[in-house]
């Protein structure tokens, strides 16, 4: 399921589904020995029916949450190039040589 852009950062085995007024919040341990915790909304109403079916379905899962990097940063921009070598910087009384 993780595709070559994306990094695995959990597998959470599901210990516990709280019903929410739209949706479940899915509770579980990591192999990492983390608590985990993860809010499903749904833009619809569920009834207690749909609510209690989808509990005990993803009571007994596991989830796997990965991510894909973010792209790296653009490379500033290159300075613009002097037109003229820079004169060597003298020290006081020092006199610039002849050719």
């Known amino acids: ?3 070559p852009d994306f990094e695995p950062l959990a597998d959470i085995e599901v210990e516990r589904v709280t019903p929410e007024a739209q949706g479940l919040t899915l509770s579980g341990q990591g192999q990492d020995r983390a608590e985990y915790r993860l809010a499903v909304h749904f833009d619809m109403p569920l009834d207690a029916r749909t609510r209690t079916v989808l509990g005990e379905l993803l ?3 596991e989830l796997r949450i990965s991510r894909r990097a973010p792209p790296p940063p653009p ?3 290159a300075p613009p190039a002097s037109r003229a070598p820079a004169a060597p910087v003298r020290r006081r009384g020092e006199r610039t040589p002849r050719a």
């Open 75 to 77: 490379a500033p921009p």
């Open 59 to 61: 009571a007994q899962s």
């Open 1 to 3: 399921m993780d595709g």
